[in-house]
């Protein structure tokens, strides 16, 4: 039995004056919520045992807010 968990899009960018392809998408992770991923082509592979993908999370448009007592989101670097 398959459970489909996400979907992913081909979507295109241009880096460095060059159109590339990506994959961007989403993963339900049941209790923890849905998540937004992209997937890049890892350019700087040079050995066997690296990984061919990278995969990322994808930051979510922070919500406006008029009560300031809400915790503000930290930004994460990958």
């Avoid at 979507?11 to 060059?18: A, I, M, N, P």
């Avoid at 979510?60 to 930290?74: F, G, I, L, R, W």
Wanted: proline share 3%.
């Amino acid at each position: 039995m398959s459970k489909t968990i996400g979907a992913l899009w081909v979507r295109e960018y241009e880096k460095d004056g060059q159109k590339r392809k990506m994959f961007s998408g989403e993963i339900d992770l049941g209790a923890l919520g849905t998540v937004g991923i992209a997937i890049f082509k890892n350019e700087k592979k040079d050995k066997e045992n690296q990984p061919d993908y990278r995969i990322v999370l994808s930051e979510k448009p922070k919500e406006k807010s008029t009560d300031n007592n809400n915790a503000k989101e930290e930004d994460v670097d990958f």
